[in-house]
């Protein structure tokens, strides 16, 4: 992550070695950077700006869809914490969206944009991973949505995040 909390770098350490997942949080990330490039340009405004949010709104929600398909082919119950810090997110991005065209207010999308830099590593390493893990663990190949049933039919569904609760 570089010091500036309203980009990211793509390293080797944010790789699940799942080319789909990778390629999809690659563009997340390069997305991130143009909403970091546009909020920090000389005068600003949110009519320059709204557009890549709304690029980036886009590809997070079906960025999001394709996880959710994944969990939903791989035996993730329906009510699992990867999913749960998915909705928070896409409903924290449209209500900033409303917020910012409304009011023509850049802020909280700044403050957003720094929360989503510092999420998203974290977010990979536990979440995303464990979600990768579990697709090798059944066999599933997202190409083509099959799964292995001997593998999946051993697997027990997860719906929890290992913890009491869902944060």
Not at 12 to 22: A, T, V, W
Not at 69 to 84: P, Q, V
Not at 154 to 160: E, K, M
Request: proline fraction near 4%.
């Amino acid at each position: 992550m570089n010091a500036i909390a309203n980009t990211l770098s793509w390293t080797d350490e944010l790789s699940l070695n799942q080319p789909q997942i990778d390629q999809t949080h690659q563009e997340f990330v390069a997305l991130l950077n143009e909403l970091g490039d546009g909020l920090q340009a000389a005068a600003c405004s949110p009519l320059a700006v709204l557009p890549i949010y709304q690029r980036l709104l886009t590809h997070t929600d079906a960025h999001f869809a394709m996880e959710e398909g994944f969990m939903a082919a791989t035996g993730f119950a329906a009510d699992n914490c990867h999913s749960k810090q998915h909705a928070m997110v896409l409903d924290v991005m449209r209500e900033v969206l409303v917020h910012t065209v409304t009011t023509q207010d850049l802020a909280p999308m700044r403050n957003l944009l720094s929360e989503l830099v510092n999420w998203f590593p974290s977010h990979a390493e536990m979440m995303d991973a464990s979600l990768v893990f579990h697709m090798n663990q059944v066999g599933f190949d997202p190409a083509t949505g099959s799964v292995s049933e001997a593998a999946l039919a051993g697997a027990a569904p997860i719906s929890s995040c290992g913890s009491a609760g869902c944060g």
